[in-house]
């Protein structure tokens, strides 16, 4: 009877639990902690093109800075800024300097007066008896012209035809036609 309940059987089993209990829960946790699903490959980011000129630039950045560095020493025994002209050699003979002929002067081309710069503002229209009359609204060297058919502005044109969106002028000088349009 003694050996069914003998104090080292009970304290062998219960070491044995102990430690088959232990093992079983830490398999169980590793068994938690680990998966069996395979691993997604990293996502491919896709640069923009704005990141690409960014790196681009960077990349042109460092190299200017590269060449900012001096790759070699200078010479000491250089010229000197602050002199005009270096002194000859002694007994060096001087070969006398040659002068070209200067060219024969070429008459400036005439000079033609640049035109005022004129701008048709807007078109306004009244009916009238005889159909409708329009005022043309010209700007022009900071002024503002309100100006119907046979009226004159700026003392160099006169305006000989106002239609929907263009006014003709004649250049009193030349007799040339200017056309100004609506933009």
Known sequence: MGVLRSPQLI???RTATIVLG???LL????GAATSNRAI???PIVQRTPIEMRGDELAREIARLQERLRPTSTPRQPGRNLFSFHAAAARGARMTPLVVAPAPAPVA???VVPALPSLKL???AEDEGPE???RTAIITGQGQLFLVKE???VMLRYRVTKISADVVELIDLGDNSIRRLALR
């Not at 398999?27 to 590793?30: E, N």
């Open 131 to 133: 159909g409708p009359v």
């Open 40 to 42: 997604a490959p990293p």
């Open 150 to 152: 046979g009226e004159s």
């Open 108 to 110: 400036p081309p005439p």
């Open 27 to 30: 398999a169980w946790l590793a």
């Open 121 to 123: 503002a807007g078109i």
């Open 22 to 24: 232990g093992g079983a």
């Open 11 to 13: 304290h062998m089993k």
